[in-house]
C-alpha cells in the first residue's frame, strides 16, 4: 500500500495498458494504405461501404456474448444511464447483423457491404496478440447458395494481392463435408466431433502422427501436459487421416481424393458438390489454382459458421529467438453464416463474407520484408535565426511541388539538426548558410546516397574531401535537384 501523501513516482504513470499497441507514422500509414487498396477491390467489385459505432447493445451479440449479466468476458462492457449494457465491437460482422436487420425493408437485398475500423477483445494479449486491432470485411447479406460463397473467396484472394502479399493460399471447406465424415465413422456425441475438429486443425502444427495421437487416446506435449484424445479405434482413425490427407495440389484433385474417403453419405456428399459448384465458378471469377485451395483440415467458428469456411494464409516464413523456421500463416478468414442476421427477424436471411487483419498483415509483412520502408520528410536546416524566414521560404517550395518537407523548430546547431534529420528517416536536408545565401544557392545533402557512399570512405580526411552525397545549387534548381534524388533513391 502506498504511503499516506507519498507522491506517485512520475515515471510510474507513463505506462500502457497491456495490449494497446502505440503506432508510430510508418505503422500507421502501412495500414491506411493497405486499407485504401483493400477496399478498392471491394468496391471495385460493387460493394457499397458503412461505418457503425464502437460500441453495440451487448444483448444484439446474443449467444456469442459469455455473460448476459456482467458482459465484460471477452469483450470490454459498460453499463449506460439506463441501465443498458454497452459493448465495443469485438468484431465487423456483428455490427452488420444488427445494422441490415434494422434497415432490412429499405435495402438493396442482397445487401454487399464493406467495412474497416478497430475492433476490440478483452482477451489475455501476447505476441502478435492485441486486444485492440484494425479489421476490413465484406460481407453479401440475403444470398443463397454458392455463387456468393465463390464471390467472397475469390475476392479476398484479390484483396490480399492487393495489399501487397507475394505468397499466400486461400484455403477453403465446407461444414457438410466435415459433417458428414463424422457422421461415417458414427461420432454422434458433441464432445467427440469437436475433439475430432480440433485435432484437423492441428494438423501442420502436430503433422500425422500428432493427429493420430488425438484422434486415438491422447496425446503429451513438451511440457508434459497431456491432452485427452477422441478415443476413436484404428479404422476410423485411419479414415479421418485419409481425410486429413485429401488436399492435393490442384482443387480438382482435392476433390477426386476426398470423394474417394466417404460413400453413400448424404451431407458428405452434398459438401463434395459444394466444393464442385464452387470450383467452377472460381475458375470463372479468374481465382487460379494454387492459390486458392481446397482443404479438408480447415476448421473455424463451429458455432457460427453453417456453410463454406475459408482462411486465408501468408506462406512466408521468418525465423523465431531460435533460429527455427515459423510460418506466418492466418491472417484472415470466413465464411458463410446464415443464422447471424435471422435472429433479429422472423425470417431467414443468409449471409456470407470475410475478414482481413490489417493490423497483422501489416505486422506480418514488415517481417517479411514486403512492406516498403516509410521515408521521411526533407529537413530545411536553420543555421542563422535571423533568417528563418528564408528557411520557410524554401520549405512552402518544396512542398508546393508535392515534395513532403519541415523547416526544423528546435535551437540547437547543425550536428544535432542532422541528428535529427537522421531520426526521422529524411531522405535528404536543405542547407543554407552565409556563403549560400550571398550566391544565392543552397547545398543539399542526400541522406540515404551519402551514407551508402559513406560506408566505402576510411578516414576523416577523404570524408571531408569528398563529401559523399552533398551537392550546391542554384535556389531555382533546388526543387528539381531533390526531385531527381527521391526518384533516384526509391
Same mark, same amino acid.
Given at each position: 500500500?502506498?504511503?499516506?501523501?507519498?507522491?506517485?513516482?512520475?515515471?510510474?504513470?507513463?505506462?500502457?495498458? !497491456?495490449?494497446?499497441?502505440?503506432?508510430?507514422?510508418?505503422?500507421?500509414?502501412?495500414?491506411?494504405?493497405?486499407?485504401?487498396?483493400?477496399?478498392?477491390?471491394?468496391?471495385?467489385?460493387?460493394?457499397?461501404?458503412?461505418?457503425?459505432?464502437?460500441?453495440?447493445?451487448?444483448?444484439?451479440?446474443?449467444?456469442?456474448?459469455?455473460?448476459?449479466?456482467?458482459?465484460?468476458?471477452?469483450?470490454?462492457?459498460?453499463?449506460?444511464?439506463?441501465?443498458?449494457?454497452?459493448?465495443?465491437?469485438? /468484431?465487423?460482422?456483428?455490427?452488420?447483423? +444488427?445494422?441490415?436487420?434494422?434497415?432490412?425493408?429499405?435495402?438493396?437485398?442482397?445487401?454487399?457491404?464493406?467495412?474497416?475500423?478497430?475492433?476490440?477483445?478483452?482477451?489475455?494479449?501476447?505476441?502478435?496478440?492485441?486486444?485492440?486491432?484494425?479489421?476490413?470485411?465484406?460481407?453479401?447479406?440475403?444470398?443463397?447458395?454458392?455463387?456468393?460463397?465463390?464471390?467472397?473467396?475469390?475476392?479476398?484472394?484479390?484483396?490480399?494481392?492487393?495489399?501487397?502479399?507475394? !505468397?499466400?493460399?486461400?484455403?477453403?471447406?465446407?461444414?457438410?463435408?466435415?459433417?458428414?465424415?463424422?457422421?461415417?465413422?458414427?461420432?454422434? /456425441?458433441?464432445?467427440? +466431433?469437436?475433439?475430432?475438429? !480440433?485435432?484437423? /486443425?492441428?494438423?501442420? +502444427?502436430?503433422?500425422?502422427?500428432?493427429?493420430?495421437?488425438?484422434?486415438?487416446?491422447?496425446?503429451?506435449?513438451?511440457?508434459?501436459?497431456?491432452?485427452?484424445?477422441?478415443?476413436?479405434?484404428?479404422?476410423?482413425?485411419?479414415?479421418?487421416?485419409?481425410?486429413?490427407?485429401?488436399?492435393?495440389?490442384?482443387?480438382?484433385?482435392?476433390?477426386?481424393?476426398?470423394?474417394?474417403?466417404?460413400?453413400?453419405?448424404?451431407?458428405?456428399?452434398?459438401?463434395?458438390?459444394?466444393?464442385?459448384?464452387?470450383?467452377?465458378?472460381?475458375?470463372?471469377?479468374?481465382?487460379?489454382?494454387?492459390?486458392?485451395?481446397?482443404?479438408?483440415?480447415?476448421?473455424?467458428?463451429?458455432?457460427?459458421?453453417?456453410?463454406?469456411?475459408?482462411?486465408?494464409?501468408?506462406?512466408?516464413?521468418?525465423? /523465431?529467438?531460435?533460429?527455427?523456421?515459423?510460418?506466418?500463416?492466418?491472417?484472415?478468414?470466413?465464411?458463410?453464416?446464415?443464422?447471424?442476421?435471422?435472429?433479429?427477424?422472423?425470417?431467414?436471411?443468409?449471409?456470407?463474407?470475410?475478414?482481413?487483419?490489417?493490423? +497483422?498483415?501489416?505486422?506480418?509483412?514488415?517481417?517479411?520484408?514486403?512492406?516498403?520502408?516509410?521515408?521521411?520528410?526533407?529537413?530545411?536546416?536553420?543555421?542563422?535565426?535571423?533568417?528563418?524566414?528564408?528557411?520557410?521560404?524554401?520549405?512552402?517550395?518544396?512542398?508546393?511541388?508535392?515534395?513532403?518537407?519541415?523547416?526544423?523548430?528546435?535551437?540547437?546547431?547543425?550536428?544535432?539538426?542532422?541528428?535529427?534529420?537522421?531520426?526521422?528517416?529524411?531522405?535528404?536536408?536543405?542547407?543554407?548558410?552565409?556563403?549560400?545565401?550571398?550566391?544565392?544557392?543552397?547545398?543539399?545533402?542526400?541522406?540515404?546516397?551519402?551514407?551508402?557512399?559513406?560506408?566505402?570512405?576510411?578516414?576523416?580526411?577523404?570524408?571531408?574531401?569528398? !563529401?559523399?552525397?552533398?551537392?550546391?545549387?542554384?535556389?531555382?534548381?533546388?526543387?528539381?535537384?531533390?526531385?531527381?534524388?527521391?526518384?533516384?533513391?526509391?
Amino acid at each position: 500500500m502506498m504511503a499516506k501523501n507519498k507522491k506517485p513516482n512520475p515515471k510510474s504513470l507513463a505506462r500502457k495498458p !497491456r495490449g494497446f499497441p502505440d503506432k508510430r507514422e510508418d505503422v500507421l500509414k502501412a495500414e491506411l494504405d493497405m486499407i485504401h487498396r483493400v477496399s478498392s477491390v471491394y468496391r471495385l467489385w460493387g460493394f457499397e461501404g458503412i461505418e457503425t459505432g464502437a460500441f453495440e447493445y451487448a444483448d444484439a451479440l446474443g449467444k456469442f456474448l459469455p455473460d448476459q449479466d456482467r458482459p465484460n468476458a471477452g469483450v470490454f462492457a459498460i453499463q449506460d444511464d439506463d441501465e443498458q449494457w454497452m459493448s465495443l465491437r469485438y /468484431d465487423l460482422t456483428a455490427p452488420l447483423a +444488427r445494422f441490415a436487420a434494422e434497415h432490412w425493408d429499405t435495402l438493396p437485398k442482397p445487401f454487399r457491404r464493406y467495412a474497416y475500423g478497430p475492433v476490440w477483445r478483452n482477451e489475455k494479449p501476447g505476441p502478435g496478440r492485441f486486444r485492440e486491432f484494425m479489421q476490413c470485411d465484406a460481407d453479401t447479406v440475403g444470398a443463397k447458395g454458392p455463387a456468393a460463397d465463390a464471390e467472397m473467396i475469390a475476392m479476398m484472394a484479390e484483396a490480399l494481392k492487393a495489399a501487397g502479399a507475394q !505468397r499466400f493460399n486461400v484455403r477453403v471447406n465446407t461444414r457438410d463435408l466435415m459433417s458428414g465424415l463424422l457422421d461415417s465413422i458414427d461420432a454422434r /456425441d458433441e464432445e467427440t +466431433r469437436l475433439i475430432i475438429l !480440433r485435432a484437423l /486443425d492441428k494438423l501442420d +502444427r502436430l503433422g500425422l502422427s500428432g493427429v493420430a495421437d488425438l484422434l486415438g487416446e491422447g496425446r503429451e506435449d513438451e511440457s508434459g501436459d497431456y491432452t485427452k484424445g477422441a478415443g476413436l479405434d484404428a479404422e476410423r482413425v485411419k479414415r479421418v487421416l485419409a481425410f486429413a490427407e485429401s488436399g492435393k495440389s490442384s482443387r480438382g484433385e482435392t476433390l477426386e481424393a476426398l470423394a474417394a474417403v466417404v460413400s453413400g453419405n448424404e451431407a458428405y456428399d452434398r459438401g463434395i458438390a459444394e466444393l464442385r459448384e464452387i470450383d467452377g465458378l472460381l475458375s470463372a471469377m479468374g481465382a487460379p489454382d494454387g492459390v486458392v485451395v481446397f482443404d479438408p483440415t480447415i476448421v473455424r467458428g463451429l458455432e457460427y459458421y453453417t456453410g463454406p469456411v475459408f482462411e486465408g494464409e501468408l506462406l512466408d516464413e521468418i525465423l /523465431d529467438e531460435k533460429g527455427r523456421a515459423v510460418r506466418i500463416g492466418s491472417v484472415g478468414g470466413g465464411g458463410r453464416y446464415d443464422g447471424l442476421v435471422s435472429r433479429f427477424r422472423n425470417e431467414e436471411i443468409p449471409a456470407t463474407g470475410f475478414s482481413l487483419g490489417i493490423s +497483422r498483415l501489416a505486422a506480418a509483412m514488415s517481417l517479411t520484408g514486403e512492406l516498403n520502408a516509410l521515408s521521411g520528410p526533407v529537413v530545411v536546416l536553420v543555421l542563422d535565426r535571423e533568417h528563418v524566414a528564408d528557411s520557410h521560404v524554401l520549405a512552402h517550395q518544396l512542398r508546393a511541388a508535392g515534395i513532403r518537407s519541415e523547416v526544423y523548430m528546435g535551437s540547437s546547431g547543425m550536428r544535432p539538426q542532422m541528428k535529427y534529420a537522421d531520426r526521422r528517416g529524411a531522405p535528404a536536408v536543405v542547407i543554407v548558410g552565409e556563403d549560400e545565401r550571398q550566391k544565392g544557392t543552397v547545398t543539399i545533402k542526400d541522406l540515404i546516397v551519402g551514407a551508402q557512399k559513406a560506408k566505402a570512405i576510411k578516414d576523416n580526411t577523404e570524408w571531408r574531401e569528398s !563529401r559523399p552525397g552533398q551537392v550546391e545549387v542554384s535556389r531555382d534548381e533546388m526543387v528539381a535537384t531533390i526531385k531527381g534524388m527521391l526518384e533516384a533513391d526509391n
